[in-house]
């Protein structure tokens, strides 16, 4: 995953004060198990290749 923007400010910092934290991928997997295991398979989707092309290449 690339980052392209950040954004100062968003929905949720105005509305709710919520704050971003940046997390390295396994603290973000080991955090989303606790609190948010829905979230959690979403994630392991995007890092589970589901389909490949004829090299056994995942497909972006």
């Keep these: 995953m690339v980052v392209t923007e950040e954004l100062p ?4 910092s105005r509305s709710i004060g919520r704050q971003r934290k940046w997390f390295t991928l396994e603290d ?3 955090q989303l198990s606790l609190h948010k295991p829905v979230q959690l398979t979403y994630l392991e989707s995007l890092l589970t290749p589901q ?3 004829s090299n056994n290449q995942p497909v972006t």
């Design 28 to 30: 973000a997997l080991k």
């Design 51 to 53: 389909h490949s092309n």
């Design 9 to 12: 400010e968003w929905e949720d």
